[in-house]
């Protein structure tokens, strides 16, 4: 019956329009907006002692692709960072309007915005979009690390606009996966290093094409510096090299 529900909505119209709830209670078109996000790539957001990771795959579809070319996670301040899977058009619509009102606020207060000013504004756009006519919802989840003056925090926003802060996170493709081995391997008293391991081990075990270094972005902020900073390729390459796992 479950399987039969889906259909019955769609030859009824219920998912032709953002503003309609089917008869149990359901926005097809946001609940569509979610399966786009599970197939986008992985990404891996992990609060550490001394900081806080954003580790993503840009999974690489092209070979004749120049791989530094393809831009997974986004600066939004000197403190503040992005990643995101699912429609990147739409993650990079987002970034640029945090990018806006980050600079608005240094401007008009002469200090960096909290990372909860961002997230609270970019959820709100999102869930006007599931209620709106004529528009469509964010085909997109987000992760935004930073760092502010209660410390390093990381949140995670969905297509509806709901948002919940972590200790650590994963969205896109090998979301299920990775959080069950960060559920069962992460510890709050990791470094940023130990982190890293921890991330690249995951998205190892479960990515099951060709993974190598050129498909991973990976940048950290740490408690002290309170500023964006990309993680060396040659160190991902690494650790990489180091991890003996057989992947699922």
């Known amino acids: 019956m479950t399987e039969v529900q889906p259909l019955q909505h769609q030859m009824m119209g219920y998912d032709r329009a953002i503003t309609m709830f089917s008869p149990d209670g359901r926005l097809l078109q946001v609940e569509y ?18 900081g806080i990771l954003l580790v993503t795959d840009k999974r690489i579809v092209d ?3 120049i791989a530094d070319s393809l831009e997974k996670i ?7 960072a992005i990643t995101a899977a699912g429609i990147l058009s ?10 806006i009102k980050a600079q608005e606020h240094k401007i008009i207060y002469d200090s960096p915005i909290d990372v909860i000013t961002i997230v609270k504004d970019i959820a709100d756009l999102k869930q006007m979009c599931t209620q709106s006519g004529g528009l469509r919802p964010f085909g997109v989840s987000l992760l935004i690390a930073g760092a502010d003056e209660e410390g390093v925090k990381l949140f995670e926003t969905d297509p509806t606009g709901i948002y919940f802060q972590y200790k ?16 069962k391997e992460y510890r709050e008293s990791m470094t940023i290093d130990d982190g890293l391991k921890l991330a690249l081990s995951a998205l190892k075990r479960v990515i099951n094409d060709g993974f190598d270094s050129d498909r991973i972005d990976c940048v950290y902020i740490t408690n002290e510096k309170k500023a964006y900073e990309k993680m060396p390729k040659d160190k991902i390459t690494k650790i990489l090299s180091s991890l003996d796992i057989k992947r699922k």
């Open 33 to 50: 907006a979610k399966k786009t996000v599970r197939q986008g790539s992985t990404a891996i957001g992990m609060v550490c002692k001394d």
């Open 63 to 65: 070979k004749l692709i």
């Open 74 to 80: 986004w600066q939004v301040d000197d403190h503040i």
């Open 90 to 99: 739409d993650a990079r619509v987002l970034v640029d309007r945090a990018r």
């Open 168 to 183: 650590a996170t994963a969205i896109g493709e090998g979301e299920v996966d990775v959080k069950n081995i960060l559920i």
